[in-house]
């Protein structure tokens, strides 16, 4: 196996309190039995409900819901070839489940009952949900957002409330044809963070990340056709005697961060579109959020053209497990956020973690991890974890990042997105 040594940044390790996090989720209507795919043109029209800007109970005071709107509509524009037009509309419902909908994808928090039934009663643990209706072909018809009539929603970060940008940035991600990513730190990501007094690292996610980036231009294309996009990796990972069957496989830019990440089925093969041009590392992480990983090679990317790449993993399974990550002694599945010219102290967890017999470091030059400062925790049965102290240059971009850990005889694991750069 090619041990990973393109950019290098050690790493250091400590442990705290497992966090949960919130879920968001996506619902197909009635359509294609197909996987959802797109809209057929990319001119958009959607609907604000008047419930959405008359709620008082669901939105702090002072939230302006339509400015949030716009900004989050504006992201996706932006950098992917749509066009969205929003009204306001009277109606406070999504369409059922299992009807072709009404034609209008509304955005709703009216306390309905079609509505509530999206949801457990007092449940805040989901953000919100998107209902996507498709035609035989798999095209997108209709979509409607409903945010959770049982939680709370701010633009300014408040307590116990859900980030409203945020989440609409989601959420229309979803109207476009999107699915969760496996990626951490990307938008579409299913865990949705609410807001807390502790924990600031784990703030809700607004930019997109080059993975969202490139997965919406696959279906649509980019902004503008004067960008220098898009190409496409068509890659098939080899048999091996263990299945890889819901492996991740990712691609790195030359600055680590993930331009793309999925999950395979078992005959190993795998579809990236929306890419820029440039080379990328090519690498397979298996079994659950962050585990065995392994370095593949790289594959160049053209634009307007197609790639194609075969490989064959070897790396037998690692002697210890990542799950977890965190800042401020906490810990979770989500990624943490990062500010350019920060230094902050970040905790992996996971099982038979020792940091005196382990490598960490990521494979961005921008990302810098102090050596000296790891140090183990005993943080609850069955979880051990490491603490360090990480450094991120004023010059990273934003962007997702990966935690890489290594044993003295080279069995690598990988925490896919862990790291969240935001400007």
């Not at 959607?46 to 939105?59: P, V």
């Not at 039934?117 to 095209?139: E, H």
């Not at 709370?152 to 959420?171: I, M, N, P």
Request: include cysteine.
């Amino acid at each position: 196996m090619r041990i990973i040594v393109r950019y290098l940044a050690a790493v250091v390790l400590f442990a705290a309190a497992v966090t949960s996090s919130f879920a968001n989720e996506f619902e197909a209507g009635a359509g294609s039995r197909s996987a959802v795919n797109r809209w057929r043109s990319d001119r958009i029209n959607i609907a604000i409900s008047r419930s959405l800007l008359t709620s008082t109970s669901n939105f702090k005071a002072g939230t302006d819901v339509e400015s949030a709107l716009k900004r989050a509509i504006a992201r996706w524009e932006s950098v992917a070839n749509v066009h969205f037009s929003v009204s306001e509309s009277r109606r406070r419902n999504a369409s059922p489940a299992g009807a072709r909908g009404d034609g209008e994808s509304l955005i709703t928090i009216a306390q309905t009952s079609e509505n509530l039934a999206l949801f457990q009663p007092g449940d805040t643990s989901i953000s919100a949900k998107t209902r996507v209706f498709t035609d035989r072909n798999g095209f997108v018809t209709e979509a409607d957002i409903v945010l959770n009539p049982y939680a709370s929603f701010s633009t300014d970060g408040s307590y116990a409330t859900y980030d409203l940008e945020g989440v609409l940035t989601h959420e229309i991600g979803h109207l476009l044809g999107l699915r969760h990513s496996q990626i951490m730190g990307s938008v579409m990501h299913g865990n949705v963070d609410i807001n807390s007094t502790i924990g600031p690292g784990f703030a809700f996610r607004k930019a997109l990340s080059a993975e969202d980036i490139a997965s919406v231009r696959a279906l649509y294309g980019a902004a503008t056709e004067s960008e220098a996009c898009c190409g496409e990796v068509r890659g098939r990972l080899l048999p091996t005697e263990v299945s890889l069957a819901g492996s991740l496989i990712l691609l790195e830019d030359k600055n680590g961060e993930i331009a793309a990440g999925k999950r395979f089925e078992g005959n190993g093969e795998f579809i990236f579109g929306g890419l820029s041009a440039g080379t990328y590392a090519v690498l397979v992480a298996r079994d659950g959020v962050g585990t065995l990983a392994e370095d593949l090679g790289t594959v160049s990317v053209e634009s307007r053209s197609t790639t194609h790449f075969e490989a064959k993993p070897v790396a037998e399974l690692t002697p210890f497990e990542l799950t977890y990550v965190g800042a401020d002694g906490l810990l979770s599945t989500s990624a943490v956020k990062l500010l350019p010219g920060s230094t902050t102290l970040m905790t992996i967890g996971g099982r038979g973690l020792d940091s005196s017999q382990l490598a960490i470091f990521t494979s961005s030059p921008f990302i810098r991890i102090d050596e000296s400062s790891l140090s183990d925790l005993d943080y609850a049965e069955n979880v051990s974890a490491i603490r360090f102290q990480i450094t991120v240059d004023e010059k990273a971009a934003s962007g997702s990042y990966s935690i890489f850990v290594q044993s003295p005889s080279g069995e690598l694991a990988v925490l896919p997105g862990a790291i969240s750069v935001t400007k």
